[in-house]
């Protein structure tokens, strides 16, 4: 699938590969994040598993709110790099498939066959109820150009929407927390637009300045501490100096969003389970997640992670009991969404940061590759399909498959034709255009898809210091109602410096630090104009 630059859009910004300081800079900021033992965790327990819970009042939350409300997404990641010739077996090119694996080949009176070319793996055998009722899509031959074969980068690359030799500190989700009203620390959303549960934060919901939204605790009774405190944290018991600080900011950020806990909690107790799931760590996850969506959370983006997919050796036990565990657990989960009469509303997607190679190594596995295959699940799909073609295993570069569909078509097409976000945003978050793929057979049926964000949506905002002073750059496209507000780390407004009328286009106004009555540490700037809240962090240490 071919894709065309958005030269237009700034809401992404990277650095080359080859621009070291950049990317040394990219994982000093994530040490130094994950060392304050809050951010990039597991998550607080419920139901004795990790749960991030993402904070966001951004443009794409408007655009979710605008577009189908009822509508969820699960994506589902196969951690590791599944392996697609074990999992659809090329029977089209049976013969090289089976000379290229001797040990690991899956045996041809073995395969579920779907199509006279798209047979699943056996233990796959229960998603042939999917396929066979409508439910059920594949694409096949997914990646990037010049995939990269390691496994922190290549997650960053699907996490990131970037293009292969370039670095960005963005998630798809989280770069539109550039542009809130001071977010998580003053006016969260009543219920988290997006949740992780299980596994560890990475940069889809990371912003700008690497600052990741999925706050985390790891100890059972927290979740009781914050639902009778309202505060886990405490956020003045700090060593005094800038690391001190640092430390208070983000626990007041932690604090704010643990908020969620309640809300949790109540769909939680308001739902119930009534699906057998495997007794594992996959079928504990989409469990909750059923379990919250029947209690009538009104959360819309989940991500639940199976690992296990990196089978150097001894694939053939290994990767069968996964895709055990992937087919049983998805089967239980639509069973139970459709218990509680919620299933037409959910899209599943599985996927994983790259594929294996074609050819079985020394130690009876197969290693990192290039494209694999995807699947999406649920009534949403309007029937069964595949695309992206066969794979070739004929031409595979050095082992690798090459790519025929780029994935960021496929996140481009579920988000502006699944969760109905208006196309032209989409491309925003992107960071690029991306060719829709109609025969996905996802369509928004006359909602709001079309709708484009109103001019107040799009107003950019900078704030920065220089020479003593707050400076804080705009620009209006018509005349408004404009408000400056300071607020510090634990959320609390100080003061409001400027309030008044301002023209349309550009705008600078500074406010002098020695009024503003900052002392060292961080801040929040925010710009009010006609009701809506942009905001930006300031970190200012004498």
């Known amino acids: 699938m071919g894709h065309q630059k958005n030269t237009t859009s700034a809401s992404r910004k990277g650095a080359k590969l080859s621009d070291g300081l950049a990317h040394d800079q990219d ?5 130094f994040l994950r060392n304050l033992g809050i951010l990039g965790t597991s998550g607080f327990l419920l139901n004795k598993l990790p749960v991030n819970s993402l904070a966001m009042s951004s443009p ?6 605008d577009g189908n409300e009822d509508r969820v997404l699960v994506l589902i990641r196969l951690k590791g790099g599944n392996d697609g010739l074990n999992t659809f ?16 080949y899956i045996p041809r009176s073995e395969t579920v066959d779907l199509t006279s070319t798209l047979s699943l793996h056996p233990r796959l055998a229960p998603l042939s109820n999917f396929w066979n009722e409508g439910q059920m899509r594949v694409v096949q031959n997914v990646g990037y150009p010049d995939q990269s074969l390691s496994h922190f980068r290549s997650s960053d690359i699907w996490a990131t929407t970037s293009d292969a030799d370039e670095i960005v500190g963005s998630g798809v989700l989280g770069r539109y927390l550039n542009n809130i009203y001071p977010d998580f620390l003053s006016t969260p959303p009543e219920t988290p637009p997006a949740i992780q549960i299980g596994g560890v934060g990475n940069l889809l919901f990371n912003n700008a300045d690497d600052f990741n939204y999925a706050i985390s605790t790891e100890n059972p009774t927290q ?8 505060q886990l944290y405490d956020v003045n018991d700090v060593p005094d100096c800038t690391y001190g600080e640092q430390l208070s900011y983000i626990r007041a950020v932690a604090n704010t969003t643990f908020r969620y806990a309640g809300v949790l909690s109540e769909a939680f107790d308001a739902g119930v389970n009534s699906a057998e799931y495997e007794n594992d760590r996959l079928g504990d996850q989409l469990a909750l997640v059923a379990r919250l969506l029947r209690g009538q959370l009104g959360t819309r983006l989940f991500v ?14 290994s990767h069968a009991n996964l895709l055990n565990s992937l087919s049983k ?21 599985t996927f994983s940061e790259f594929g294996r190679r074609v050819y079985q190594n020394g130690s009876n596995g197969t290693d990192h590759g290039a494209a694999a295959p995807l ?12 695309t992206g073609g066969l794979p070739d295993l004929q031409n595979a570069n050095n082992g690798n498959l090459g790519y025929q569909v780029d994935f960021r078509s496929v996140y481009a097409t579920v988000l502006s034709n699944w969760l109905c976000i208006d196309p032209d945003l989409v491309d925003s978050l992107m960071g690029q255009r991306f060719e829709r793929m109609n025969d996905l057979g996802l369509y928004c049926q006359g909602t709001t898809s079309t709708r484009t964000p109103d001019r107040a949506e799009q107003l950019k905002m900078n704030a920065y210091l220089s020479g003593g ?5 705009y620009e209006l496209p018509s005349n408004a109602r404009v408000g400056i507000h300071f607020f510090d780390v634990s959320g609390q407004k100080l003061n409001t410096p400027f309030q008044g009328n301002r023209p349309a286009g550009a705008q600078t106004q500074r406010v002098a630090i020695s009024s503003a009555g900052w002392s060292s540490g961080v801040y929040v700037v925010s710009l009010e104009v006609n009701g809506r809240m942009y905001s930006r962090k300031l970190g200012f240490f004498r």
């Open 469 to 473: 002073d707050v400076v804080i750059d």
């Open 60 to 65: 794409l939350t408007a655009a979710l709110a």
């Open 375 to 386: 699947m999406l699940f649920g009534k949403g799909l309007n029937g069964n399909g595949t």
């Open 89 to 104: 077996i090329p029977v089209h090119d049976f013969g090289t498939y089976q000379s290229l694996r001797p040990d690991i």
């Open 329 to 349: 657990n998805i089967a239980a989960f639509y069973n139970d969404l459709a218990d509680g009469g919620i299933d037409e509303r959910v899209l599943g997607m």
């Open 223 to 230: 979740l009781y501490d914050i639902a009778r405190t309202g």
């Open 304 to 317: 639940v992670e199976l690992g296990g997919f990196d089978t150097h050796a001894d694939q053939a036990d």
């Open 27 to 31: 994982h000093s900021r994530r040490n």
